[in-house]
T-cell receptor, first 118, second 113 residues
């Protein structure tokens, strides 16, 4: 259980175009999903918290107008990188929050999306 | 083999040896910790977790130890196999952060056949 998928796994786009990445929880419902960015040989950096039915909460320094997040259903969150530039090239990973007995939630991660902006 | 986290981000061990990966966390209010394994080009994979009211938890070939006094977490892998080669991250959830994770910098484990 607790499988999270992402689509596409890889995308190459031209500078100035927009790219949409989907994150789905396949066998459970997730009211909260998270979007991370990871550069080579570095840790994951939280970009934003995606809440079903409400606006996303962005981390400091992350441009909300550039990284549009939509969490329209309990199984799908999307991240749209608008007007992408080469510096946006990165590995984008989503996760879904799963509540645990006794409090605290754990997170299960998707396989990631490699974005390359030419 | 043993790593010391921030100062030794790589750990190389022989197949069959036990591995110890260390992590220092900073927030004394954290009450839940998770170890993740990330293979190249893939998303992090849940390995094992532990709550702050415990000091040890065992899984299949893995053991997590938590020392709250010195804010230290370790992951022990028994009989390390080549398939264990990956980057290992510790993550903490502070009590007041909802379910937001804070990741450590990661340790690259390489298992030599």
């Amino acid at each position: 259980g607790a499988v999270v998928s992402q689509h596409p796994s890889r995308v190459i786009c031209k500078s100035g175009t927009s790219v949409k990445i989907e994150c789905r929880s396949l066998d459970f419902q997730a009211t909260t999903m998270f979007w991370y960015r990871q550069f080579p040989k570095q840790s994951l950096m939280l970009m934003a918290t995606s809440n079903e039915g409400s606006k996303a909460t962005y981390e400091q320094g992350v441009e909300k107008d550039k990284f549009l997040i939509n969490h329209a259903s309990l199984t799908l969150s999307t991240l749209t990188v608008t007007s992408a530039h080469p510096e946006d090239s990165s590995f984008y990973i989503c996760s879904a929050s799963v509540p645990l007995a006794g409090g605290s939630d754990t997170q299960y991660f998707g396989p990631g999306t490699r974005l390359t902006v030419l | 083999g043993e790593s010391v986290g921030l100062h030794l981000p790589t750990l190389s061990v022989q197949e069959g040896d036990n591995s110890i990966i260390n992590c220092a966390y900073s927030n004394s209010a954290s009450d839940y910790f998770i170890w993740y394994k990330q293979e190249s080009g893939k998303g992090p994979q849940f390995i094992i977790d532990i709550r702050s009211n415990m000091d040890k938890r065992q899984g299949q070939r893995v053991t997590v130890l938590l020392n709250k006094t010195v804010k230290h977490l370790s992951l022990q892998i028994a009989a390390t196999q080549p398939g264990d080669s990956a980057v290992y991250f510790c993550a903490e959830i502070p009590e007041t952060s909802g379910s937001r994770l804070t990741f450590g910098e990661g340790t690259q484990l390489t298992v030599n056949p």
